[in-house]
């Protein structure tokens, strides 16, 4: 089965501590994403990657850090720097051809207390 | 700055009639748009692209407009079902981002009752 997978589902921490999300796809897609959406509003791009070792800061990239040592990994750290963690994140990765369409993950519910 | 803009009061309609939903974008010169179905608590799924040289795009019950002048597209769920019922997101993509990197709009939740 080919696809991205999100984990854990559901994540709790408390504030003032660093949590990394997991993202690993098998769908051998050079660029990968990281959104958070907050109820209401659209998904807003955190950071995007286009090649093993190299990513680039989306809009909303404060508070948050990412590495790309593999092509098929991509996790997210979200920092106690980030005001606001609060969120559901999503993973995405891009098909490199015909519609270009993104492959999302089932997401990543994090709750800072 | 970029604006993307979809209705955000939920869209009820009764099964086997035709839900619109608009996107209305400013700022842009999107190359071509695409459409996203979200279910709750799930990551979106991608259901269609229109270029900016297509005037209509269809896929079994959906249909996709794109009218540049206006800046806006028009998303179509004909002879709808209950299963329809989830929220659609827009998304247009500036031509000179080759890598995809995607605004999405709030989207726009559709209700279809039996």
């Known amino acids: 089965d080919g696809g991205i997978t999100q984990s854990p589902k559901y994540l709790f921490r408390k504030e003032g501590q660093n949590v990394t999300l997991s993202c690993e796809q098998n769908?051998?897609?050079?660029?990968m994403y990281w959104y958070r959406q907050d109820p209401g509003q659209g998904l807003r791009l955190i950071y995007y990657?286009?090649?093993?070792?190299?990513?680039q800061k989306g809009d909303i990239a404060e508070g948050y850090s990412v590495s790309r040592e593999k092509k098929e990994s991509f996790p997210l750290t979200v920092t106690s720097a980030q005001k606001n963690p609060t969120a559901f994140y999503l993973c995405a990765s891009r098909n490199p051809s015909g519609a270009y369409e993104q492959y999302f993950g089932p997401g990543t519910r994090l709750t800072v207390t | 700055s970029q604006k993307i803009e979809q209705n955000s009061e939920a869209l009820n309609i009764q099964e086997g009639k035709t839900a619109t939903l608009t996107c209305n974008y400013t700022?842009?010169?999107?190359?071509?748009l695409q459409w996203y179905r979200q279910d709750p608590g799930r990551g979106p799924v991608f259901l269609l692209l229109?270029?900016?040289?297509?005037k209509e795009k269809r896929k079994e019950r959906l249909k996709v407009t794109f009218d540049t002048t206006l800046k806006q597209s028009l998303f179509h769920i004909t002879a709808s079902q209950p299963a329809d019922s989830a929220t659609y997101l827009c998304a247009p993509v500036a031509g000179t981002d080759s890598w995809g990197k995607l605004q999405f709009g709030a989207g726009t939740q559709v209700v279809v009752t039996p």
């Open positions: 990657s286009q090649i093993v070792n190299d990513f």
């Open positions: 229109i270029r900016e040289n297509e």
């Open positions: 769908l051998n897609h050079d660029a």
């Open positions: 700022n842009y010169s999107p190359a071509y």
